[in-house]
């Protein structure tokens, strides 16, 4: 498949290497001029600042992956919502199947533990999430099929909030709080496998969850991850009130999809043993 990628940070760079790993045939536009996978195509172009955007008209994809984070000096409003906007304005539809967007179950706004899933409606609860939910929104403008994939909390060996926490005791959970991720490796793996569903003629929803499945509450994990190490851990705090929400993923494992890590154990494991 000819696959348009937008942005090329640290998940985007996994994306692409899976995506290529798989065959792809791979344009990759992003905004600093820092190089891009082997066996990618480069693009220099900035879609929030609409610099020379005309340029993606020659291009013929097949997919389109928007996968863009705000950086220094740009907020979420020009990132997700400008910035999509001017894609969408300037690349070419003639043969175009798919539009997927790095979207965050931040567009969901429960946060008392409560659980979600792909059906639960979209009730965002701050700007972030209310600036993702009409980015995705502008998606439905399309002529062709669209998928908002809304991530949970991703981690990895580059992703060491849990670990840098638990050296700060002050900052320990004072309450329940539920959390939900995602390995970075299963991100890029799942969307590359969505890949495939367009590939094999499969109807993908307008939204989707990329989740684990395995909720689990932060003053655990923390615990987990202090026992690995041998490290003081955080007390168990009172069962109520809770915070968070937990998330199930029926929709990604219906399509036969299968992560690597299972869940936290499993990937924060992983990346322990490599700092060793």
Request: charged letters at 15%; glycine letters at 8%.
């Amino acid at each position: 498949m000819r696959i348009l990628q937008i942005g090329c940070g640290g998940l985007g760079t996994l994306i692409a290497q899976a995506a290529l790993s798989e065959g792809h045939d791979l344009t990759i536009l992003r905004r600093s001029q820092l190089p891009v996978p082997e066996g990618a195509q480069a693009l220099y172009l900035d879609v929030v600042a609409e610099e020379n955007l005309p340029a993606l008209t020659a291009l013929q994809p097949e997919i389109l992956l928007y996968c863009l984070a705000p950086v220094e000096g740009q907020n979420y409003q020009q990132t997700y919502v400008e910035g999509l906007r001017h894609v969408l304005a300037n690349v070419s539809l003639a043969a175009l199947k798919h539009v997927f967007f790095i979207s965050s179950t931040g567009v969901y706004g429960e946060d008392q533990g409560g659980w979600i899933d792909d059906d639960s409606p979209a009730l965002p609860a701050d700007e972030g999430g209310r600036m993702l939910l009409e980015a995705e929104q502008l998606l439905a403008l399309l002529p062709c099929g669209h998928t908002a994939l809304r991530v949970s909390g991703i981690y990895g060996p580059q992703r060491l909030y849990l670990l840098r926490l638990l050296q700060n005791s002050a900052r320990w959970p004072t309450h329940v709080h539920w959390t939900n991720r995602m390995h970075e490796q299963d991100v890029a793996a799942a969307v590359v496998h969505l890949y495939q569903q367009i590939m094999d003629g499969v109807a993908l929803p307008t939204h989707c969850i990329l989740s684990d499945g395995v909720p689990a509450m932060q003053h655990e994990v923390l615990q987990w991850l202090a026992a690995q190490q041998q490290l003081p851990a955080p007390p168990t705090p009172p069962l109520h009130p809770q915070s968070g929400k937990r998330i199930r993923n029926h929709f990604l494992l219906n399509t036969g999809f299968k992560p690597q890590f299972a869940d936290y154990q499993a990937g924060y494991a992983s990346i322990l043993s490599g700092l060793k």
